[in-house]
């Protein structure tokens, strides 16, 4: 769910303006999943701009704020959303920690990286919602030892409907700056695609997984 339309549609020109995200009509990129997609959507470009990654800071701890109060912490999921989460977390004075996919194989196997207490409420940053899987990988691990997760803030989400499932099924919150509509929408209005390159990104949005270039 996104909570502001003008946040919604800067969010998306700024990440259309840095490359971050891509779109190619024409010439689809193919996902590690197999997918074939006229988008590709890579939020840790954002880092690199200061101003850029300042204001998605300032409007992700003003989100925080506002849908959830201030919890105990803030959580970066690896890899893509842990120097974003960390940006978040220090705007609010708040503790930080990051999930990783698995546990380590050594040392003290953590899958948990920082200090968080059990009961504690917790804040999940991510950068990108595909199917939320791999985020919601790390709400199980944060709720294996406790923790009180709060809900999820991502950058941006494709929209996909299993991604609705799946967050409704792990029973977890989730709001985004940005997502597939509002890029759609700001791409439009500001002349970023052309109208036949407009048709072919809303019939893929219908069922990626089986479109193709034709």
Known sequence: MVLDKNTAKKTAELLLQINAI????????TWASGWKSPIY????????????????RDEMAKQVEQLYGKP????????????????VADKLNLPFVYVRPEPKSHGR?????????????VVVIEDLISTGKSSLNAVDALRAID??????????TYGFET??????E????????????????QASDTGYVKEEQ??????????????TNK
């Not at 105990?72 to 940006?87: E, H």
């Not at 196997?109 to 409420?121: K, R, V």
């Open 22 to 29: 891509k779109l190619k009509p024409e010439n689809p990129f």
């Open 41 to 56: 959507c890579d939020n840790r470009i954002l880092l690199s701009y200061p101003i850029i990654r300042n204001y998605i």
């Open 72 to 87: 105990d912490c803030i959580v970066g999921v690896a890899t893509g959303a842990i120097g974003i989460g960390a940006l």
């Open 109 to 121: 196997q953590n899958q948990i990286e920082g200090h968080l207490e059990a009961n504690q409420t």
């Open 147 to 156: 923790a009180n997760v709060k809900g999820m803030l991502a950058v941006f």
């Open 163 to 168: 991604a609705t499932k799946n967050f409704k």
């Open 170 to 185: 792990k029973n977890t919150e989730l709001h985004t700056l940005s997502s597939y509509e509002y890029l759609i929408e």
């Open 198 to 211: 407009l048709l072919t990104l809303m019939e893929w949005r219908k069922d990626p997984s089986q479109w």
